[in-house]
Structure formats: C-alpha cells, structure tokens
Nanobody
Framework: QVQLVESGGGLVQAGGSRRLSCVGS????????MGWFRQAPGKEREAVAA????????YYADSVKGRFTIFRDNAKNTVYLQMNSLKSEDTAVYYC?????????????????WGKGTLVTVSS
C-alpha cells in the first residue's frame, strides 16, 4: 500500500514558477513509476508528466513540454513537478499518481495509487 500526499499548490501569477511535491509512504515507493495528472474545471483529468522508478525515462504532455520538469528523490520518497512559465490554462487540481510503468501512470485507468490533489491557480 502506498499513500501519496501532494503539496505546493497555491496562487501564482502568469509567467511565474511553482514546484509541487508528492511524498509517498511505504518502503516500496522507489519501485513505482510516478506521475502527475491535472484536472481543470469542466475538463477531464489529463496526464501531465511521468518518470520511471529509477529515473531516466520521462513523459511530458505536449502542452507542458519545455516548461515543466518531473524529477524524483527516492531517498526522500518524493517526486516533484517544477512548473515554469505558467499560463492561465495551467490552472487545475494537480494529482500525484503511482503505477508500475511510465505508460501505466499516463493512463488513468492503470494508476495504482492516487493522491488527493493540490490546487494551482494561475492568475493572468
């Protein structure tokens, strides 16, 4: 069993930066691929970024490529999402997700564990 707790959400101006963190419980955290999803008001949840359990292979949605970076620190059971050059359309609740592979954590139906989410609001 893995529990995920996100933090770092809040209000940020367009063009600014924000770093989200997701701390996982359980000794098996480092064996999971990790990802971030987001859900904007009135829209479906979408995969934003993902990273393999040992790092290395990553995935980014086209809408965030070049602006967001996902990285992890297995010693701290934490995965991060560094968000730069934020836009109003990045406003959403951001969810941390854990799964077996990068492909799994970019497919909502194959996520094993979800966090409860943290709200990011980008003001224009």
């Amino acid at each position: 069993q893995v529990q995920l707790v996100e933090s770092g959400g809040g209000l940020v101006q367009a063009g600014g930066s924000r770093r989200l963190s997701c701390v996982g419980s359980g000794r098996t955290f480092s064996t999971y691929a990790m990802g971030w999803f987001r859900q904007a008001p009135g829209k479906e949840r979408e995969a934003v970024a993902a990273i393999r359990w040992i790092g290395g292979r990553t995935y980014y949605a086209d809408s965030v490529k070049g602006r967001f970076t996902i990285f992890r620190d297995n010693a701290k059971n934490t995965v991060y999402l560094q968000m730069n050059s934020l836009k109003s359309e990045d406003t959403a609740v951001y969810y941390c997700a854990a799964g077996t592979t990068v492909d799994d954590v970019t497919t909502g139906s194959r996520v094993d564990y979800w966090g409860k989410g943290t709200l990011v609001t980008v003001s224009s």
